[in-house]
Structure formats: C-alpha cells, structure tokens
T-cell receptor, first 116, second 113 residues
Framework: AQSVTQLGSHVSVSEGALVLLRCNYS??????LFWYVQYPNQGLQLLLK??????LVKGINGFEAEFKKSETSFHLTKPSAHMSDAAEYFC??????????????FGQGTTLQVKP | DAMVIQNPRYQVTQFGKPVTLSCSQT?????MYWYQQKSSQAPKLLFH???????NEADTPDNFQSRRPNTSFCFLDIRSPGLGDAAMYLC????????????FGPGTRLTVT
C-alpha cells in the first residue's frame, strides 16, 4: 500500500522568503511522486513530477523538489515566495507496476500563506 | 486552449434528486478519472475509465455511476444525492495508465439542499 504524509497543514512565509513544504511517502515499490497546486475553487495544476530520472526535479513557477529515497521524502521548495504562490499544495504518489491504474494517492494538503 | 472542461462549474441539487456532472477533454487521452474532494480534504478517486473499460474503486458507493460514451466525454451520475455528497468533483485525463501525468479540469462544486 502507498501513502503520503504532508507535514504541516498550514505554512506561512513572508514574501521573498524561502518556501519549504514537506512531503513523506510510503511505498513498497519504486514510486512516482507529484506536487500539485490548487487555487480556490479551481482544479489541480501539476507543478512537477518525479518518475525515476533525476532526483532533483524542477517545475513551473520556480518550484523544485528533491527525491530522497533514504528519507522517503519529496519536499517542495522555492527560493523566494511570491504573493501569487498562496494556494493549497498537494503531494501525491503512484507507482508503475503491472495492473497499476495510475491512481494517485494524495496527502492531506498544505495551505501556503504568503504575507506581504 | 482548455484541455479538460467540466460543466457546470457549480451545481445545486435537492436531496434525492438525480444529478449528472459532465467532463470533456480535448487531449484525446485514453484514461479519464473522477475524484471527489470534500472541503479541506484531499481528492479521493471514485473510478476511472481506461478507454471503454470501467474501473470502480472498492469503496465508491453504489450511488455513484459513470458513463463514457466516447473518448472525449465522461459523465458522473449521482442517483440519489445525500447531504454527504456535497463536494468538489474533479475530472482528470491521462494519456494512458503508464504515463501517470493527470490533467485536471476546474471541477464542479456540488451543493445538496
């Protein structure tokens, strides 16, 4: 079975400060990992994904994440927060194996607040 | 430009009155998914279609059904909505089950009165 834990349901940073959103996963098979962003009353937009290539993944809007197998982590970072980054962020896991449906298992989400 | 379209964006229905939510995609992708997202919770997969092959999640209530008449369209039918079915319903499309990148629509927010 797979699962995702996002540490911290709410994160608040000042504009221009580092953004760090934490995600730990559990998977008995090599995982594929994703970060999605959701703005109020909107669908989910893919920020970046890890699919067993480079462990440091760069995404849109200046975000990046590093896959650390030893720590079972896939934390999301951005060097300098912008007001427009305020949103809900979801980490998700799936895996590639025979019969897998592509079902995404989501973490509970982290609300990012950016203060002026 | 839109890739996954959901209509309507907001739907109000009465307790027990059947309702249908629709989703279409311009990506020509093989797989379509329906997720339910309740307030302040993570999305939860209800079912998916791989081409015409329907795959139900084990814990999806029988009250929820789906139809996919062609590649582009997929419908979510709620036969007898209860107050607990009020949620955002998200549709997603993926090229196939091996690519795993899912493109989401904007969602339909369902209110049950």
């Amino acid at each position: 079975a797979q699962s995702v834990t996002q540490l911290g349901s709410h994160v608040s940073v000042s504009e221009g400060a580092l953004v760090l959103l934490r995600c730990n996963y559990s998977s008995s098979v090599p995982p594929y990992l994703f970060w999605y962003v959701q703005y109020p009353n909107q669908g989910l937009q893919l920020l970046l994904k890890y699919t067993s290539a480079a462990t440091l993944v760069k995404g849109i809007n200046g975000f990046e994440a590093e896959f650390k197998k030893s720590e079972t982590s896939f934390h999301l970072t951005k060097p300098s927060a912008h007001m427009s980054d305020a949103a809900e962020y979801f980490c998700a896991v799936t895996h590639r194996s025979s019969g897998n449906t592509g079902k995404l298992i989501f973490g509970q989400g982290t609300t990012l607040q950016v203060k002026p | 430009d839109a890739m996954v379209i959901q209509n309507p964006r907001y739907q109000v229905t009465q307790f027990g009155k059947p309702v249908t939510l629709s989703c279409s995609q311009t990506l020509n992708h093989n797989v379509m998914y329906w997720y339910q997202q309740k307030s302040s919770q993570a999305p939860k997969l209800l079912f998916h279609y791989y081409d015409k092959d329907f795959n139900n999640e084990a814990d999806t209530p029988d009250n929820f059904q789906s139809r996919r008449p062609n590649t582009s369209f997929c419908f979510l039918d709620i036969r007898s909505p209860g107050l607990g079915d009020a949620a955002m319903y998200l549709c997603a499309a993926s090229r196939d089950r091996s690519s795993y990148e899912q493109y989401f629509g904007p969602g339909t927010r369902l209110t049950v009165t």
